[in-house]
């Protein structure tokens, strides 16, 4: 399986932005779909993007339009460029690969949007 480590969390005032990084070793990323999933203290972890190993993206309503997921399959990392940010989007943010019936998590960075 694929072992993935996240990174480029941290404190963004509402309206900025973040990249988050995942990067993935250990196995064909290639082969790999990747997805990006959020857990805010009190409410159900979230879907928040997703993409296939042939480049298509799906987008929670909640970040459509102000979130991008990307992957770079030389580098074994997948991206989640994040703008306009909001106090809601605030949260631990986990990087998820599947292939087949397998499924890899990374640990979480945190995402705070405060003023």
């Known amino acids: 399986q694929v072992q993935l480590v996240e990174s480029g969390g941290g404190l963004v005032q509402p309206g900025g932005s973040l990249i988050l990084s995942c990067s993935a070793s250990g196995s064909t990323f290639s082969a790999y779909a990747m997805g990006w999933y959020r857990h805010a203290p009190g409410k159900q972890r979230e879907l928040v993007a997703d993409?296939?190993?042939?480049?298509?993206?799906y987008y929670a309503d909640s970040v459509k339009g102000r979130f991008t997921i990307s992957r770079d399959n030389a580098k074994n990392t997948v991206y989640l460029q994040m703008n306009s940010l909001k106090p809601e989007d605030t949260a631990v943010y986990y990087c998820?690969?599947?292939?087949?019936?397998?499924?890899?998590w990374g640990r979480g960075t945190q995402v705070t949007v405060s003023s």
């Open positions: 998820n690969g599947r292939r087949g019936s397998a499924y890899s």
């Open positions: 993409i296939t190993t042939g480049g298509s993206t």
